[in-house]
């Protein structure tokens, strides 16, 4: 089993940045992508990054690209998600979780958000116009 815990949200205003923190415990080895997803109330949950942890490859939403930046510290088992010129429809529920069944050849973007078997309790972000 692997636990994951969230940290960093907050409110900011438009154009600010937060760095999301999640931190893993257990079975953390077992870990071959990480994901940081968002919901909004009325919305769908949305997968905004990933990172294969073996590697480093990252992935991330069109509506984030150039904005948001992935990143993990194996040491401390730790991924981060820095946010920067926040956006008030950035504002959500975020959510970090993990991938630990067999990847084998395939990229962490073939993983659909209903495949991470880990979920941390979120943390919430809101950004104000």
């Known amino acids: 089993q692997v636990q994951l815990v969230e940290s960093g949200g907050g409110s900011v205003q438009a154009g600010g940045s937060l760095r999301l923190s999640c931190a893993a415990s257990g079975y953390t080895y077992s870990i071959n992508c990480m994901g940081w997803f968002r919901q909004a109330p009325g919305k769908e949950r949305e997968g905004v990054a990933t990172?294969?942890?073996?590697?480093?490859?990252?992935y991330y939403a069109d509506s984030v690209k150039g904005r948001f930046t992935i990143s993990q510290d194996k040491a401390k088992n730790t991924v981060y998600l820095q946010m920067n010129s926040l956006k008030p429809e950035d504002s959500a529920m975020y959510y970090c979780a993990a991938y630990n069944r067999f990847l084998g050849s395939r990229a962490c973007t073939v993983v659909t958000d209903s495949d991470y078997n880990s979920w941390g309790q979120g943390t919430q972000v809101t950004v104000s116009s």
């Open positions: 990172i294969y942890t073996g590697g480093g490859s990252t």
